[in-house]
């Protein structure tokens, strides 16, 4: 049975001769790695889900995002109960939750964005450049798919239409996961997640007596946060901005510069 992808033509298999014999020319350990008599091509691919996106409007999208993302770490510096944690913990939960928050921040600040297909290079170009794929060095490439998931996550939230207090509190259950490995204070943690699902509860019923069941459509919304890669986030909204540089290592630098 063939399972390629279907928008992959037979010719596409075919190797364009100036790049074979360039590719021929290339260290001999690059060229063992294929097993063929000819050097396969990267293959863009044309399916909607698997093709590789970008921001249409890169500056001011990144910008408004940017902005989330200090106000994230801001929020997490601001609360009492985090900054009594362990450092260690405080770096294992950020690590854990700062995709999650920024999703929360980018639905609070409704933030809307579209995508376009990623330009490709030539094969020349990249031979020449002596380029490497993304795959390479370890960084996810944003999809069609992750975007859509991240979008619809989006929206979900939005038709929820939460209130401030209830991002604040929504934000907390997210913060305090004990479920994070090797937490000094998971106790701690786990004490301080149901006092924000308790106050989240509360300010549901307060705010909407009537609707019985919004309380669990929130937490059930707020489940999809989790599917959304940290390297999506990374890679869509803010490697136009810091280029080479690791999110991560930034988001410590500000968390704990006093």
């Not at 854990?96 to 999703?103: G, N, V, Y």
């Not at 798919?145 to 209130?163: N, P």
Request: aromatic share 6%.
């Amino acid at each position: 049975m063939d399972i390629r992808c279907p928008c992959l033509a037979d010719g596409d298999r075919l190797p364009n001769p100036i790049l074979f014999n360039i590719l021929s020319q290339m260290d001999n350990s690059k060229a063992s790695q294929n097993s063929l008599s000819y050097p396969s091509t990267p293959h863009r691919c044309t399916c909607k889900q698997r093709r590789t996106v970008c921001l249409k409007r890169p500056s001011e999208i990144c910008k408004e995002a940017s902005a989330v993302l200090v106000k994230t770490v801001q929020f997490m510096k601001n609360l009492p109960a985090f900054n009594q944690m362990p450092a260690k913990d405080q770096f294992s939960l950020l690590k854990s939750c700062w995709a999650p928050l920024f999703i929360l921040g980018l639905a609070q600040e409704h933030v809307e964005f579209e995508v376009t297909d990623t330009p490709a290079d030539s094969m020349l170009k990249r031979i020449l450049l002596n380029r490497q794929e993304s795959s390479a060095n370890g960084r996810e490439q944003p999809t069609m798919a992750g975007v859509s998931k991240l979008t619809s996550c989006l929206r979900k939230f939005w038709s929820l239409d939460l209130s401030p207090k209830e991002y604040a509190y929504l934000k907390g259950t997210t913060i305090f996961n004990p479920d994070v490995p090797d937490l000094k204070a998971a106790l701690f943690v786990e004490s301080l997640q149901q006092e924000a699902q308790h106050a989240l509860r509360e300010v549901v019923q307060l705010l909407h007596p009537g609707d019985r069941e919004r309380f669990a459509r929130i937490l059930l919304t707020a489940s999809v946060l989790q599917s959304i890669t940290p390297g999506l986030i990374a890679e869509l909204f803010f490697r136009p901005v810091i280029g080479q540089a690791d999110l991560l290592e930034l988001l410590v630098d500000m968390l704990f510069c006093r």
